[in-house]
Nanobody
Framework: VQLQASGGGLVQPGSSLRLACKLS??????????VQWYRQAPGKQRELLAT???????TYAKSIEGRATGSRDAGEKTVYLQMNNLKPEDTGVYYC?????????WGPGTQVTVSS
């Protein structure tokens, strides 16, 4: 069971990206757990960016608040992170995670590089 992130790329400052993260496991796992987005920037600690709850409500880190929108699609077992007005400091590998009493699920991240 893993969470596969996708949608990254090399973009210019001011651009937008829609990141996706799909769970390979049971739909029940997805439906019953919040999903979190993290970013690992070069030389820095992993940063919690967003929490997308089972209800669909979201919480964002100050670093992306106002520029990001999270959502989830239970039928696709996928969460999304729409990132707008990207900045060079958004560069990093983006991961998602399910963490609960029963699970600690990660998977391959997706690289986002923001550069002119």
């Amino acid at each position: 069971v893993q969470l596969q992130a996708s949608g990254g790329g090399l973009v210019q400052p001011g651009s937008s990206l829609r990141l996706a993260c799909k769970l390979s496991g049971s739909a029940n796992i997805f439906a019953r757990n919040h999903v979190q987005w993290y970013r690992q920037a070069p030389g820095k600690q992993r940063e919690l960016l967003a929490t997308i709850r089972t209800s669909g409500s979201t919480t964002y880190a100050k670093s992306i608040e106002g520029r990001a929108t999270g959502s989830r699609d239970a039928g696709e077992k996928t969460v999304y992170l729409q990132m707008n007005n990207l900045k060079p400091e958004d560069t990093g590998v983006y991961y998602c995670n399910i963490f609960s009493l029963d699970y600690d699920i990660w998977g391959p991240g997706t690289q986002v590089t923001v550069s002119s």
